[in-house]
């Protein structure tokens, strides 16, 4: 199991930009992992996701804007989030599990506790 521990979230002004950091509990080379958020009254959906060859996935309405990267050596992921809007406010979840594909379905073993995003026009 790893613990999983995001930071970097706020508030911004739409067009503006953001990065979360996820901070693991031990070393995730051989883990895929990846970013998920749940806005008020909505249901939980992938945003972004990067496996162990650092091949990454986006969701289509975040492609363009956000960018996933990982630091191996520090154990941490990251999500660069630019060109803000409003749309992007959610609460956003770092996942981590050894199975992509289970990840991407949301069923990933492990996940930190979030960190909210508010985008204000």
């Known amino acids: 199991q790893v613990q999983l521990v995001e930071s970097g979230g706020g508030s911004v002004q739409a067009g503006g930009a953001l990065r979360l950091s996820c901070r693991a509990s031990?070393?995730?080379?051989?883990?895929?992992m990846g970013w998920f958020r749940q806005a008020l009254g909505k249901e939980r959906e992938g945003v972004a996701l990067?496996?162990?060859?650092?091949?990454?996935t986006y969701a289509d309405s975040v492609k363009g804007r956000f960018t996933i990267s990982k630091d191996n050596a520090k154990n941490t992921l990251y999500l660069q989030m630019n060109n803000l809007k409003p749309e992007d406010t959610a609460m956003y979840y770092c996942?981590?599990?050894?199975?992509?594909?289970?990840?991407?379905?949301?069923?990933?073993?492990?996940w930190g506790q979030g960190t909210q995003v508010t985008v204000s026009s």
């Open positions: 031990r070393w995730t080379a051989d883990y895929a």
């Open positions: 996942t981590a599990d050894p199975s992509a594909p289970r990840l991407w379905r949301g069923d990933a073993r492990d």
């Open positions: 990067i496996d162990i060859m650092n091949v990454a």
